[in-house]
């Protein structure tokens, strides 16, 4: 049974850091990609970042580059998308989601149609 479980959200200011987490079981990094992704009130859903099977390099949205890093602790199970320099539109619900991805992690996340998602966490960005 795939699950995924978010956690670390919270209230930021801008120009702030936050880290937040995603615990798994039921599945490998191996055979699957994981992606975190995020939707603002009244937004679409929007891919951030992803890790594709069996890889450690990550892809970013042009957005996040440079400011976000996703990275991973396979002995925990647990991934994490560390955000640093946070700005108010930066503000959504961050979701984490595996996947095959059979095409890649950026078709991945331009599709945006994954099999497995988490609950999600709230991040607000706010003085």
């Known amino acids: 049974q795939v699950q995924l479980v978010e956690s670390g959200g919270g209230l930021v200011q801008p120009g702030g850091s936050l880290r937040v987490s995603c615990a798994y079981s039921g599945f490998s990094l191996n055979y699957y990609a994981i992606g975190w992704f995020r939707q603002a009130p009244g937004k679409e859903r929007e891919g951030v970042s992803c890790?594709?099977?069996?890889?450690?390099?990550?892809y970013y949205a042009d957005f996040v580059k440079g400011r976000f890093t996703f990275s991973r602790d396979n002995a925990k199970n647990t991934v994490y998308l560390q955000m640093n320099n946070l700005k108010p539109e930066d503000t959504a619900v961050y979701y984490c989601?595996?996947?095959?991805?059979?095409?890649?992690?950026?078709?991945?996340?331009?599709?945006?149609?994954?099999?497995?998602w988490g609950q999600g966490t709230q991040v607000t960005v706010s003085s």
């Open positions: 989601a595996t996947d095959t991805a059979p095409f890649g992690c950026e078709h991945a996340i331009a599709v945006g149609s994954w099999d497995y």
């Open positions: 890790i594709m099977r069996g890889d450690d390099t990550a």
